[in-house]
């Protein structure tokens, strides 16, 4: 089910976000998920463009972060614990699945691994994150739950509908942050930004620079 992209694959290690380094962590997946990790990896240049990113902001802001390398069990495990909520809520039962599998992939990729397509978080050039208020380290109002499946949780929701202000300013401080920084943004999820993957190429039109991580024969090294 991957699409072949073109790849120039470079070596760049993972580098480990820790609390003490100006962001907030919040790992969403750690007490849910059997294959979750309690760690927080990014690849070295995601990590160098998360601090410029950071420099955007409002004084008073900083980043808090819910997801970002995951690996490939885990990414099975969210893909079939959600795609029958994605059916239900969107209504998608009377789909064939090709026509299922296209709206479904707009909230969890496929975890298939070949050679040419990699789920963008078990590469570690994706993100999900999120505003916090530093001296409150309260998350700033973005409309919608981490990992909701409705309208609300496209990056645009809030402009297209003409909905609340605060909410659309507040994506708008998040979004024009990432990609200041060089990062791209997934339609479907306010929260979610790329680098070096397979979304960052589509949209960059570049090659794929990151390929999947196994972390398991990546510590057996």
């Given at each position: 089910?991957?699409?072949?992209?073109?790849?120039?694959?470079?070596?760049?290690p993972?580098?480990e976000i820790?609390s003490?380094?100006?962001?907030?962590?919040?790992?969403k997946?750690?007490?849910k998920?059997?294959?979750?990790?309690?760690?927080?990896?990014?690849r070295k240049?995601?990590?160098d463009?998360l601090?410029?990113?950071?420099?955007?902001?409002?004084?008073?802001?900083?980043?808090?972060?819910w997801?970002a390398y995951?690996?490939?069990e885990?990414?099975?495990e969210?893909?079939?614990?959600y795609?029958?909520?994605?059916i239900?809520y969107?209504?998608?039962?009377?789909?064939?699945?090709?026509?299922?599998?296209?709206?479904?992939?707009?909230?969890?990729?496929?975890?298939?691994?070949?050679?040419?397509?990699?789920?963008a978080h078990?590469?570690?050039?994706?993100?999900?994150?999120?505003?916090?208020?530093?001296n409150?380290?309260?998350?700033?109002?973005?409309?919608?739950?981490?990992?909701s499946?409705?309208?609300?949780?496209?990056?645009?929701?809030?402009?297209?509908?003409?909905?609340?202000?605060n909410?659309r300013?507040?994506?708008?401080?998040?979004?024009?942050?990432?990609i200041?920084?060089?990062?791209t943004?997934?339609?479907?999820?306010?929260?979610h930004?790329?680098?070096?993957?397979i979304?960052?190429?589509?949209?960059?039109n570049s090659?794929?620079?990151?390929s999947?991580?196994?972390?398991?024969?990546?510590?057996?090294?």
């Open positions: 089910m991957g699409e072949k992209m073109n790849v120039n694959y470079i070596e760049s993972l580098i820790k003490d380094s100006g962001f907030l962590l919040d790992l997946y750690c007490k998920y059997k294959n979750a990790i309690d760690k927080c990896y990014v240049e995601v990590y463009k601090l410029e990113a950071k420099k955007y902001l409002p004084d008073n802001l900083t980043f808090k972060i997801d995951r690996p490939i885990l990414q099975k969210l893909y079939y614990s795609k029958e909520d994605i239900s969107f209504k998608l039962e009377n789909m064939s699945d090709e026509q299922q599998n296209k709206i479904i992939n707009k909230y969890v990729a496929y975890p298939g691994w070949d050679d040419f397509s990699f789920p078990t590469t570690g050039g994706a993100v999900d994150l999120t505003l916090v208020d530093i409150t380290l309260e998350e700033l109002d973005m409309g919608c739950d981490f990992d499946f409705d309208e609300l949780t496209s990056t645009m929701a809030f402009e297209e509908k003409n909905m609340d202000i909410v300013n507040n994506r708008r401080i998040l979004y024009n942050a990432m200041k920084a060089g990062f943004n997934l339609e479907s999820e306010y929260w930004y790329d680098y070096g993957d979304n960052w190429a589509k949209k960059t090659n794929v620079l990151y999947g991580i196994d972390l398991k024969k990546l510590s057996n090294a």
